[in-house]
């Protein structure tokens, strides 16, 4: 499974944005999908996830009420739409997917088998 991240940019404080992410060679409906960013000289860290076959959907506390994490099944895309967006919110997004991950470990980078190349997102105040 290849995946492309796309739909990301530079806005200012307070805009939208909506990422979409579009696997190839699998459908969305079979894989746990998340959505993770790295800000420079900061880990990895999770921001969103929904779990395979409609199941459950986690968010980060930073983004609780901003993001929505959501599967369009027709299109095979998951999206991350992101209001309300704050400067500390400039990262590269990426989008991950997986196989048979469990419920607990979904903010875990280390359950996702494939990884997309990213994209750049910068909110400025």
């Known amino acids: 499974v290849q995946l492309q991240a796309s739909g990301g940019g530079s806005v200012q404080a307070g805009d939208s944005l909506r990422l979409s992410c579009a696997p190839s060679?699998?459908?969305?409906?079979?894989?746990?999908m998340g959505w993770f960013r790295q800000s420079p000289g900061k880990e990895r860290e999770f921001v969103a996830a929904t779990k395979s076959n409609g199941g459950s959907i986690v968010y980060a506390n930073p983004v609780k009420g901003r993001f929505t994490i959501s599967r369009d099944n027709a299109k095979n895309t998951v999206d991350l739409q992101m209001n309300n967006l704050k400067p500390e919110d400039t990262a590269v997004y990426y989008c991950?997917?997986?196989?048979?991950?469990?419920?607990?470990?979904?903010?875990?980078?280390?359950?996702?088998?494939?990884w997309g190349q990213g994209t750049q997102v910068t909110v400025s105040s």
């Open positions: 060679g699998g459908t969305v409906r079979s894989y746990t």
């Open positions: 991950a997917a997986g196989r048979t991950i469990i419920t607990s470990t979904m903010t875990n980078g280390e359950s996702y088998h494939y």
